[in-house]
């Protein structure tokens, strides 16, 4: 079947976003008062929880629950400053999108493949790494973005990706996603798409079982 469509995940695959998304939060919970710390190591086992408050509830569950818990708006309270910190963070310069994404997307584009986006990230969070790339907001270059707070399950469900196909009005063999998680990869092949990874610096040990391909980067990816 021809090629009609590219589905990107964003953190990690199209650029290596996490350290931002942690500086992000330790910068949160310092500025509220909250002794809470994430180093690298930390940081990696509670990416293997999909979504920011999702990731804080985890934590707080595994190594504070002998303390008083925050309630859930709490929680989403503190990953909106977080999204802000995050969003400034970017707006700062600095992040290049990974090997061969740009180049990519410019080839697809003129191939007359369409692109979208499946991200358990926020939408804000998304336009945030596009302007800071590419100087456009998300839409300016994806057709359709399907973020976390659009669906009722995230990665690793298909939801996302079965979003984006019913936005799309395709077919999962018409398209082909892209990731860099174990959780993306379920994700995008429970909604019966095949799935190409790109592993970045959090996610090399994870089990890519089911992935078409596991390659380290996208440069010279071919759309033949």
Same mark, same amino acid.
């Not at 804080?56 to 595994?62: G, I, P």
């Not at 936005?167 to 909604?191: K, T």
């Given at each position: 079947?021809?090629?009609? /469509? +590219?589905? #990107?995940?964003?953190?990690?695959?199209? /650029?290596?976003?996490?350290?931002? *998304?942690? @500086?992000? #939060?330790?910068?949160?919970?310092?500025?509220?008062?909250?002794?809470? *710390?994430?180093?690298?190591?930390l940081y990696g086992e509670l990416l293997l929880t999909t979504g920011g408050k999702e990731r804080m509830l985890a934590y707080q569950a595994k190594y504070?629950?002998?303390?008083?818990?925050?309630? #859930?708006?709490? &929680?989403?309270?503190? *990953? @909106?400053?977080?999204?802000?910190?995050?969003?400034?963070?970017?707006? =700062? $310069? $600095?992040?290049?999108?990974?090997? $061969?994404? /740009?180049?990519?997307?410019? @080839?697809?584009?003129?191939?007359?493949? @369409?692109?979208?986006?499946?991200?358990?990230? =926020?939408?804000?969070?998304v336009d945030a790494l596009t302007k800071c790339c590419w100087g456009k907001p998300a839409d300016e270059i994806f057709e359709v973005i399907a973020t976390g707070e659009q669906v009722n399950a995230k990665k690793p469900a298909p939801d996302l990706?079965?979003?984006?196909?019913?936005?799309?009005?395709?077919?999962?063999? =018409? !398209?082909?996603?892209?990731?860099?998680?174990?959780?993306?990869? +379920?994700?995008?092949?429970?909604?019966?798409?095949?799935? &190409?990874?790109?592993? !970045? !610096?959090?996610?090399?040990? *994870?089990? #890519?079982?089911? /992935?078409?391909?596991? &390659?380290?980067?996208?440069?010279?990816?071919? +759309?033949?």
């Amino acid at each position: 079947m021809t090629l009609k /469509a +590219l589905i #990107f995940d964003v953190d990690g695959t199209l /650029a290596e976003t996490e350290e931002a *998304h942690r @500086r992000a #939060f330790n910068d949160t919970f310092k500025s509220n008062g909250i002794n809470w *710390h994430w180093d690298v190591p930390l940081y990696g086992e509670l990416l293997l929880t999909t979504g920011g408050k999702e990731r804080m509830l985890a934590y707080q569950a595994k190594y504070h629950a002998d303390k008083p818990q925050m309630s #859930f708006d709490k &929680i989403a309270a503190l *990953h @909106r400053q977080k999204t802000t910190r995050y969003v400034e963070i970017l707006a =700062s $310069g $600095g992040l290049a999108l990974r090997p $061969g994404v /740009a180049d990519l997307i410019k @080839r697809a584009t003129a191939a007359g493949i @369409r692109l979208a986006i499946a991200t358990t990230t =926020s939408r804000p969070n998304v336009d945030a790494l596009t302007k800071c790339c590419w100087g456009k907001p998300a839409d300016e270059i994806f057709e359709v973005i399907a973020t976390g707070e659009q669906v009722n399950a995230k990665k690793p469900a298909p939801d996302l990706f079965e979003l984006a196909l019913n936005r799309l009005q395709l077919s999962p063999e =018409s !398209c082909l996603a892209f990731e860099d998680s174990g959780n993306g990869v +379920l994700s995008a092949i429970g909604a019966g798409i095949k799935t &190409i990874v790109t592993p !970045c !610096c959090y996610t090399e040990n *994870h089990d #890519f079982t089911g /992935a078409a391909r596991v &390659i380290p980067t996208l440069e010279d990816f071919p +759309l033949g």
